[in-house]
Every structure is written in C-alpha cells, then in structure tokens.
C-alpha cells in the first residue's frame, strides 16, 4: 500500500478541473442551478479518477526498459546515451522520462515525453559531454505514465543504476588515428616516406657469400665453424618516445569546458596510439612537485591499455612543477636515447629562463620537444578592433604577452630545443604532425 501511494501522482489537470467546479459551485449562491450541475460532474470527475488509477495498475508492471551506454566515456567528447523503453499495456498511454544523470553535469531537468502504443517499444538518445575524468553515477530512469484521461500517473522507477568510467578521449585518438593511416586523408605537411636512421642493432650470425660485408667478419664464429661467418645487423626502427605532463597549476586554465592539463592528457593518449603503430616505443611521465609516473617506454601491445589506465588515475595538487626532480629521474632511468615530448606552459619568457638550463642538459642526451600554448583569450582581443583608449591598452598588453610567446619559441630553437606553439584545439595533430617530421629528419 505504501508503495502504492508513493508512485501514484494527481496530475495538475485533475486540480485546474476541480478548481473550476468550485468556481461553478460558488456562483451557485447567484444562480442555484449550478450548484447542483457542479455536484454531479464533480462525481464524474472522481469516478473518471478511479478508473484512471484502476487502468493504470490493473495490469501490474506493464513497463519495462533499460539504459543503453558504454562502460566507458571519453572526456571533453559527446557520449551517446539511450533509453528503451516497451510498454505492456493493452491501451496506448503517454510517458515522460525523467533520466537521473551523474551529479557532475548538474543536470536537473533531464526529460523527455513521448507516446507508446499497446505492446510496443521506444527509444530515444541524448548526449552528454564529461569535463572531468573518473568514475560516473547514473541514477534509476525515472517513467511518469498516463492514460488518455490524464487525471492522474503512475511512476516507474527502472533500476538503472550504472557506473561510467570516463577516460582520456578515446574518439579523440580514433579521430587521429583515422586521419594519419586512412589512404584517402593525409595530413598536410607530413612526409610518407621516412629517411633511414644511422642506428643498428644486431639480429644474426650467418655464412659469408660474395656481396657481404668483409669488414662484419665474426672472426670468433669463423674459427669455431672453420668458414666465413659474418655479423648481420637490421636497421633499428624502435626508438622510444616519452609523453611528459607538467601536472602543475599552470596547466589548469580552462579552454571549451577542459583544463589544459586534460588536452594534453587527451593527446598523450591519442599520440601514443601512433607511437606504437609507427613501431615505436611509448612511454609516459607525469611530473608536479616530483614524478609522480614513470611508465618506461614499451612496444608490446597491452602498452596502450596501461598508458590509458595511468592517464585516468592522474590528479594534481595545482603546486608548483619541479623540473629539476624531473631531470634527476629521467637521467637516472633513461639510457638510451628518446624522444622527450614535454607538455607545459609558459605565460612569460622569465618563467622559461628558470627552466632552460634543465632544457638544455636534457636536449644533450635526448631530443626534447616542449610543447606549449597560445592564450586563446588574449588572441580574440587580438583579433578585436580597439574603440577607446581602454581597448587600446587592453590590446598593447595582449600584444606584449603574445610575443613573449613567440620569443620563448625562438629562444628554445636558438638552443636547438624543438618546440610546438599550439591552440588547445589544434593540440593533437600540431604534435602528431611535430613527432612526425621529427622521424621524416632523422633527428632522433
């Protein structure tokens, strides 16, 4: 009985016609007649009540549904997300569907109203878009069923309750992954054919026969098997390429709802996916006030999957970064030489030369490529005209901040520090394009 009364709603139809009747009983001190009239269609108000309730729960649970979504969404992109819903009643009735969406989109009204006809099946979609990495709560779905009468409802309440763990976008990686090894879509600018690297390694002993190189004699093997052995080498292709994240406070200003931060965890991922496929080597390093990950560089296949899973761990205390501490790890842990692709920021050329004496000891063992970003901000007052002496202060200062962006570039390209100076939303193919045309020249 309890439940009974919790799930069954008087519609406000059902109260603006009664309204009306008191309105038509109250005029009956004027008009007598009319008191009796509203008596009697009063009755018939609350007997079509009755059987409203009756019509809706005669036949038990007559709807059934269920959510429809992925175990996992990636952040910063759109996420399909579906209801179905089948209705058992032997009449057409109207639903409206209340969705219990995750608190972190803070969506209250989340609603849809559609019509569902005696035995058969709906469904309808809509799109969320997560800002944050981690774990997801869907609420129950939430169904308001009406008959033609509409003087009262009866709710469902579908057990949908369902965690979605949101990842570093993986439609993101798709997308590129789509663009760089689909023949009909090259990006612009990138080489097909890579030069040949200077570096080999050993793959096997074997005979000598005319052609070979005399001077890879294995004169050790030629003596035990009393023939010309030679060394045979294969050009070594797998180099390894460290994705490194400032998780710091200066990585945290928002652009289109995600933090800069989570851009470049959203390349990382997607960069590392060509990595492997271009048969290299992928690593991954996350720094704040010390190392906090340091994942070596691997080419086996599960590498992508725990690349993946560190990335949607990561937090940050917005402290300040400690390069040093980065600097002393990786050269204690790196022997060979790679591929450092540094992701950070910096808002002012002196915030560059406290770094740049690291820069420079790491650019001499390894190449290091630092990537960092436009203020999107300051280039839309760029791109605005000055009216008054205030925009024309307001702009002389966005031109100053703008080209310390552009003498930080040249300042590390003076050192021979590759660099890419990128927007947020160009921040995956700049990289991708950048690891690329560092293959292409062989720098590495």
């Not at 429809?68 to 009643?89: H, I, P």
């Not at 709906?122 to 990495?133: A, C, M």
């Not at 190189?213 to 004169?219: L, Q």
């Not at 720094?287 to 725990?306: G, I, P, R, W, Y």
């Amino acid at each position: 009985m309890v439940a009974f009364f919790r799930n069954l709603f008087i519609s406000k139809r059902f109260f603006q016609i009664a309204m009306a009747l008191i309105v038509l009983m109250v005029m009956g001190f004027v008009w007598p007649g009319l008191v009796f009239a509203a008596g009697a269609l009063m009755v018939v108000l609350l007997v079509l009540l009755v059987l409203d309730i009756f019509l809706l729960y005669s036949s038990g649970n007559s709807i059934v549904g269920r959510r429809v979504c992925s175990d996992m969404f990636s952040n910063g992109a759109d996420n399909e997300v579906g209801v179905y819903l089948e209705s058992r009643y032997s009449f057409k009735v109207d639903a409206e569907i209340i969705e219990e969406a995750p608190v972190q989109f803070q969506m209250r009204n989340l609603r849809f109203v559609l019509s569902l006809p005696s035995g058969e099946s709906k469904s309808l979609n809509y799109v969320l878009k997560p800002t944050q990495r981690g774990e997801y709560h869907f609420g129950n779905i939430n169904v308001f069923v009406s008959t033609a009468f509409g003087l009262s409802s009866r709710r469902y309440q579908l057990e949908g309750g369902q965690v979605v763990k949101v990842y570093p976008s993986i439609a993101e990686m798709k997308k590129a992954d789509l663009m760089l090894f689909s023949k009909s879509h090259l990006m612009p600018g990138i080489r097909k054919v890579r030069r040949a690297g200077q570096n080999t390694e050993f793959e096997e002993i074997k005979e000598y026969n005319i052609g070979d190189d005399f001077r890879r004699i294995n004169w050790k093997a030629t003596a035990r098997k009393n023939d010309l052995m030679v060394n045979v080498y294969q050009e070594e292709k797998s180099r390894p390429v460290y994705s490194i994240i400032n998780k710091g406070r200066t990585m945290y200003m928002p652009f289109n709802g995600l933090s800069l931060f989570d851009h470049a965890v959203n390349t990382s991922l997607a960069l590392s996916n060509v990595i492997l496929k271009r048969s290299d080597k992928a690593g991954l390093i996350t720094f704040e006030k010390n190392v906090s990950t340091f994942l070596k560089a691997d080419s086996k296949m599960t590498q992508l999957k725990s690349i993946l899973e560190f990335l949607y761990k990561e937090t940050s205390n917005f402290a300040e970064p400690n390069y040093y501490d980065l600097y002393t790890s990786i050269r204690s842990r790196l022997s060979h030489r790679s591929l450092l692709i540094l992701y950070t920021n910096f808002e002012s050329y002196s915030s560059l030369e406290h770094q740049l004496p690291i820069f420079k000891k790491l650019n001499k063992s390894h190449v290091l490529l630092v990537v960092f970003f436009e203020n999107t901000e300051l280039r839309k007052l760029l791109d605005s005209e000055a009216k008054s002496v205030q925009d024309i202060y307001h702009l002389s200062i966005a031109q100053k901040f703008d080209m310390e962006k552009r003498v930080i570039r040249r300042e590390l390209l003076r050192h021979g520090i590759q660099s890419v100076l990128t927007r947020p939303e160009s921040l995956t193919l700049d990289t991708i394009n950048k690891y690329l045309e560092i293959k292409a020249r062989g720098l590495l």
